[in-house]
């Protein structure tokens, strides 16, 4: 009987253990090589519950997509490294973090075993617009670096716009740039300088011809419309609220909100004796203790609509141009700004200012009649 009770003990001791041990879901530890110009991309076959990096000099941020991660360096040659990633279905995914100036993949599909996600190879210009056409919707854009800007094309959510900020060869790294549609797919850029570019258009589908998708937003068209002019004949609601820069004047006149959106009056005034030309306004709210290394961060705000009564976006000299701009209805954390920079096409004149967050909170309500 002793003998017995000894060989139970002896059997809980050691078997149980391994047992338990065996419906664990190991993982292996892989190498990764990430950059703080380019954004890695890790697609799982289930959604992200839990990721954890071994330092302060690496970015993790989850897409809208719950299955995706993208990863990034904050700084240049950091020390070696690892993250733990766990996964809905119970496995952990361990890596290892090494800094790369040359990535040869930018996206990796992470299953039993990870595969890479081919990328695309394009060129920008800071003299001309390029547009990237998908079949679905996009959910997400990011940008490497903030000498790029990519952003969906006004009202329409297939179809990304991007350029180049900076404007020569010297001025711009190569950087990576990744869309997200709403299907779950991921499609990773590469993306490099041209002065002039012999493709501007891409057509990422199989499709040869891609219908735009128009967004989904509660007020249509004509009636923001009909509230684009009520609200530039109001007039002015804020004062010296904007910035006076190579006798050019760029500020804005009013907020208003109604329903789900937001209505801002920009104003632009020429003042110099040479015409300025307006290539685009970007919006985006920035921490305001954010550093010159972080300025990608910048989260971009992108109008659902844009209404101006003038035809063209040339502003004489001594002219002016008013435009309204039309957001899904936002607010921003506290000390954080909100940015509103004018760029000039073919020129140097780019100017910003700043809306602090009270002045938001301020908008005024805008009723319309039926």
């Not at 952003?151 to 900020?165: M, P, R, T």
């Not at 735009?212 to 004062?239: C, H, N, Q, W």
């Not at 002219?319 to 309204?324: E, L």
């Amino acid at each position: 009987m002793k003998n017995r009770k000894l060989y139970l003990c002896i059997l809980f001791c050691f078997y149980f253990p391994a047992l338990f041990a065996a419906n664990l879901v190991g993982s292996k530890t892989d190498s990764l090589e990430i950059s703080d110009t380019k954004w890695l991309y890790l697609k799982f076959n289930s959604d992200i519950k839990y990721a954890d990096m071994g330092t302060e000099d690496i970015r993790i941020e989850k897409s809208v997509i719950p299955s995706i991660l993208r990863i990034k360096s904050e700084i240049p040659y950091f020390e070696s490294t690892s993250i733990t990633i766990i996964t809905m279905d119970g496995i952990v995914h361990t890596f290892k973090l090494n800094y790369g100036t040359n990535l040869p993949f930018i996206a990796f599909q992470v299953s039993d075993v990870r595969s890479e996600i081919p990328f695309y190879e394009i060129e920008l210009s800071h003299k001309q617009t390029s547009h990237l056409i998908f079949d679905k919707k996009v959910v997400e854009v990011s940008a490497g670096v903030d000498t790029i800007i990519a952003e969906q094309a006004e009202g329409i959510d297939n179809v990304i716009k991007c350029k180049s900020v900076a404007s020569g060869f010297e001025f711009f790294d190569e950087t990576s740039l990744t869309i997200v549609t709403e299907d779950g797919n991921l499609y990773p850029f590469v993306v490099t300088y041209n002065e002039s570019p012999n493709v501007v258009n891409y057509n990422i589908s199989n499709e040869s011809q891609v219908e735009a998708i128009f967004s989904d937003y509660s007020l249509r068209e004509p009636e923001m419309k009909k509230l684009a002019k009520k609200v530039l004949k109001e007039g002015t609601l804020l004062r010296n609220l904007g910035v006076m820069e190579n006798k050019m004047v760029f500020g804005l006149r009013s907020i208003f909100v109604h329903n789900d959106v937001m209505m801002f009056f920009l104003d632009v005034q020429n003042n110099s004796q040479v015409d300025y030309e307006i290539d685009f306004i970007k919006s985006y709210v920035i921490n305001k203790r954010t550093s010159k290394k972080q300025a990608f961060q910048t989260d971009e705000k992108i109008p659902i609509y844009i209404y101006s009564e003038s035809e063209s976006e040339r502003i004489a000299a001594k002219g002016c141009y008013s435009v309204v701009f039309f957001f899904k209805r936002f607010t921003i954390p506290n000390k954080h700004n909100l940015f509103f920079e004018l760029f000039e096409k073919n020129g140097g004149r780019h100017i910003k200012f700043t809306v602090p967050n009270k002045v938001l909170l301020n908008a005024k309500h805008l009723y319309s009649k039926p």
